[in-house]
């Protein structure tokens, strides 16, 4: 089974995999359960099929997602390709078109001459080759199992949340009015302004809303482990206090609204959910709420009274390991080098660092069937920082983890100014990513001639 590598899973993550080996010559195999079996929170027979929001976050190289997004796009990832080819208005964000991005990723991937996808529900694992496994945070219990009893992986799990979406042509455009998120970018965000009357009466509301039950199994774990910070609920962000939902989702900073010429007490921001305009997805509201309480209570945000619900906010398990000391930082599982882990069972969070996991496990993946000796990506890199994190975890318990600056070694000057600091460690990344792109494409011609 030399020059083949197996990969399970074709969301963010395994599809960046399976095209990374696919690129450097190796025979993939992609394993996929769709269509023949969905998990709770996907709907549609397409690969990298976006459940929750349709950003993909800052796309500017101040923040930490936008370098990464500029790293994986100096690496050819498939899924920048696809981010960028489906792009629509978002301000400094990068949001999509999520069935247009889905059908480009399929597309691709069942075009590739070197990918084979086979669609079947996998319950274990092939060692015979390298093999990826990137089934993501709906893992089947199945497989789950396997992984913990055979591979010997201590799994945990939290909880994430979707926002609701609703039609734009039912937003009342008379209350709420365009603009941008929090004063950056340009006008791409609905916003619906609340006085502290309104915040008031919506506060209480949601204080005493009901919540929508959850399986002995869930509820289970969800005591176990609780809920990874970057997808609160918004009903459990209102329930840590008065001003939580202000200084979060609802913050009014470098929000005016010009018909008044005054800030609002609290604002809630939609954005555009597919490229023709017609769906917006309430910023933040992940929600664990009832269907019937999410139209009362999300109702009563200014603007929202007659909105027409497109998508109820949904809650559903998400699985990742105990990384550290399980993975090394090119994602192999240490006991069994031949075996890979991508996108969020691995602990990272959000689709652009599932993408980037993908990355760098499908790279080494088809360096290891070649012979060739893996890649090692530096920490100055947002890539190798993430790897890192993994690899090793940070101070306390191990949970899911963004991309941010905090995850890479300091500047060796200080430099006070924050947006000046990001945008050094954001230059010294790229040129310490130029350094290895150098490596990175010799191996792939390598690997292809092989």
């Known amino acids: 089974m030399k020059n083949k590598v197996i990969v399970y899973g074709a969301g963010l993550a395994g599809c960046e995999a399976a095209w990374q080996a696919a690129e450097r010559g190796v025979l993939v195999q992609l394993y996929e359960m769709k269509p023949l079996k969905y998990t709770p929170a996907h709907s549609s027979p397409g690969f990298a099929e976006l459940v929750c929001s349709n950003s993909l976050r800052s796309d500017i190289l101040a923040n930490a997602v936008g370098l990464l997004k500029e790293e994986l796009r100096r690496l050819g990832s498939l899924i920048m390709q696809a981010a960028d080819a489906t792009r629509i208005p978002a301000g400094t964000a990068l ?56 591979l010997g992986c201590a799994g945990l799990h939290f909880f994430d949340a979707a926002a609701p979406i609703v039609a734009a042509d039912s937003i009342d455009m008379s209350i709420a009015f365009f603009g941008s998120r929090y004063g950056k970018g340009s006008d791409d965000y609905i916003n619906c302004p609340m006085t502290k009357e309104q915040y008031d009466a919506f506060y209480s509301a949601l204080l005493s809303a009901k919540q929508a039950e959850l399986k002995d199994f869930d509820r289970e774990q969800q005591e176990r482990a609780g809920f990874f910070e970057g997808c609160m609920p918004v009903e459990a962000m209102a329930a840590r206090g008065y001003d939580t939902l202000r200084y979060g989702p609802l913050k009014p900073v470098g929000i005016v609204d010009e018909r008044t010429g005054r800030r609002p007490y609290a604002v809630a921001q939609l954005r555009r959910e597919n490229a023709a305009g017609t769906m917006y997805n309430i910023v933040g509201f992940q929600t664990r709420l009832t269907f019937p309480e999410q139209r009362r209570v999300f109702s009563m945000i200014p603007g929202l009274e007659n909105a027409q619900f497109l998508r109820y906010g949904v809650m559903h398990r998400n699985t990742y390991l105990n990384s550290p000391g399980l993975l090394g930082a090119d994602y192999s599982l240490l006991r069994r080098p031949n075996i890979y882990f991508a996108g969020q ?85 790229l040129e310490a990513l130029a350094g290895i792109l150098n490596i990175v494409w010799k191996e792939r011609r390598r690997c292809c001639s092989k």
């Open 95 to 150: 949001a999509v078109d999520r069935i247009l991005f889905s059908e480009y990723i399929t597309k691709h991937i069942k075009n590739h001459p070197n990918i084979e996808v086979i669609s079947r529900e996998v319950t274990s694992v092939s060692e015979d080759c390298p093999t990826v496994i990137a089934t993501g945070p709906l893992t089947s219990d199945a497989l789950a199992d396997y992984i913990e009893t055979e």
């Open 345 to 429: 069972i691995t602990g990272v969070e959000g689709y652009v660092e599932s993408a980037g996991s993908g990355l760098v496990a499908g790279i080494n993946a088809a360096l290891a069937a070649l012979g060739f000796e893996r890649i090692i990506f530096p920490e100055v890199t947002m890539l190798g920082a993430m790897a890192a994190y993994v690899s090793r975890g940070g101070a306390g318990r191990f949970e899911p983890m963004n991309a941010n600056f905090g995850l890479v070694p300091p500047l060796d000057t200080r430099i006070k100014n924050k947006q000046a600091k990001n945008e050094a460690l954001s230059a010294r990344a």
